[in-house]
């Protein structure tokens, strides 16, 4: 497996030139072997990097089965379905993962912070939570996608268990050790995404942020704006209702 971060990002020419960032194999991203030749070129459509992508990692890492982009935007994915209609590429499985909203508002906040980022309200950012599952959902459904929905909080609690459903989604054989031993040793070439990205030792382990929990206005505003209250409860039942079939069948 290899892991690209935040492809979409890197798509749309930033990480490059001013911002020279470094990739998480200890690169700068215009010295990493997969980065390093990709940079943008003025006035080329976004499709020509993907092709360019595909064809320079199938050529470098012919062992690699499967990668994972971790765009998290309809934008990010729509560019492999197209290229997958394309025949450029063999097959897409798609995770939806998903944080509950209060959790979410709580991390995006300090996000925001740290990185000197505008702040905005609470709703604000529970409606923009909101809104992006419902565009996503659609998405999905309108183009007849397949996909695993998944619980970040699961994923904290249960981890062997929701690995174990996602690698049989992706066809991805072995154990979550032997996949932990991989996030350790293993190719990560991610410029952006999570912060403990660089951090071999960190990124392969999960540690829950409670910090929601002890939050008066989250807990009260999300109660209150009932349509995200109700998207939070029904992504989570949906969520724990497709483990548990997928439990059930393993056990069949
Ligand atoms: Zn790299």
Redesign the pocket.
């Given at each position: 497996m290899l892991g690209l971060g935040e492809i979409r990002m890197l798509a749309t020419g930033r990480g490059w030139r001013d911002e020279n960032k470094s990739?998480?194999?200890g690169?700068n991203v215009t010295a990493?072997?997969?980065?390093g030749d990709l940079s943008p070129v003025d006035g080329q459509p976004k499709s020509a990097w993907y092709r360019r992508l595909v064809s320079g990692l199938s050529n470098q890492y012919p062992q690699a089965t499967h990668w994972v982009d971790s765009s998290k935007t309809i934008e990010g994915l729509q560019v492999w379905l197209d290229l997958l209609r394309e025949g450029v590429i063999s097959d897409i499985r798609i995770v939806y993962l998903v944080r509950d909203v209060r959790s979410w508002v709580v991390s995006d906040e300090a996000a925001r912070c740290r990185k000197d980022r505008r702040k905005r309200p609470l709703v604000s950012s529970m409606l923009e939570w909101w809104r992006c599952q419902i565009d996503l959902q659609k998405f999905l459904v309108t183009n007849h996608l397949e996909y695993r929905l998944v619980s970040y909080e699961a994923m904290v609690f249960q981890l062997n268990e929701q690995m174990r459903r996602l690698m049989d989604f992706a066809g991805i054989s072995g154990g979550w050790d032997d996949l932990q031993r991989g996030l350790r040793c293993g190719e990560v070439?991610d410029v952006f995404g999570n912060r403990v990205k660089s951090d071999a030792e960190r990124r392969s382990s999960l540690v829950y942020e409670d910090a929601w929990q002890y939050s008066t206005p989250v807990n009260l505003f999300t109660l209150m704006l009932w349509p995200v209250w109700r998207m939070n409860v029904n992504l989570r039942e949906q969520a724990n209702r497709d483990s548990d079939d997928a439990g059930n069948q393993a056990a069949v």
């Open positions: 990739c998480s194999c690169l990493c072997p997969v980065w070439h």
